[in-house]
């Protein structure tokens, strides 16, 4: 049974900056993708920034220049550094990792942690 735990969420002001982290455990063989979505209230989850194993990474354009996506293989965790932060940035941000176990390649999500950007 694989586990993704997300930390780092809170609340912060406009401007200010959080890192999440995500950490996998479990029966692991190897992770491909790893990456971070988000869902606001009433509306669908988007996709924010995604690393691949080889580290190419790609960034909704609403975060590119403010949030970075790093990973440590080592420790099989995923980092989202945010700076900048915006009202809009307000939402549950939820980690994703595609992660070969015994079962095959699957997708996994973790429980979500919140996030909000208010003054």
């Known amino acids: 049974q694989v586990q993704l735990v997300e930390s780092g969420g809170g609340l912060v002001q406009p401007g200010g900056s959080l890192r999440l982290s995500c950490a996998a455990s479990?029966?692991?063989?190897?992770?491909?993708?790893m990456g971070w979505y988000r869902q606001a209230p009433g509306k669908q989850r988007d996709l924010v920034a995604i690393i691949t194993w080889g580290g190419s990474t790609n960034y909704a354009d609403s975060v590119k220049g403010r949030f970075t996506i790093s990973r440590d293989d080592a420790k099989n965790t995923v980092y989202l550094q945010m700076n900048s932060l915006k009202p809009d940035d307000t939402a549950v941000y939820y980690c994703?990792?595609?992660?070969?176990?015994?079962?095959?390649?699957?997708?996994?999500w973790g429980q979500g942690t919140q996030v909000t950007v208010s003054s």
């Open positions: 994703y990792a595609r992660i070969l176990d015994g079962d095959g390649l699957v997708g996994n």
């Open positions: 479990g029966s692991i063989f190897s992770i491909n993708n």
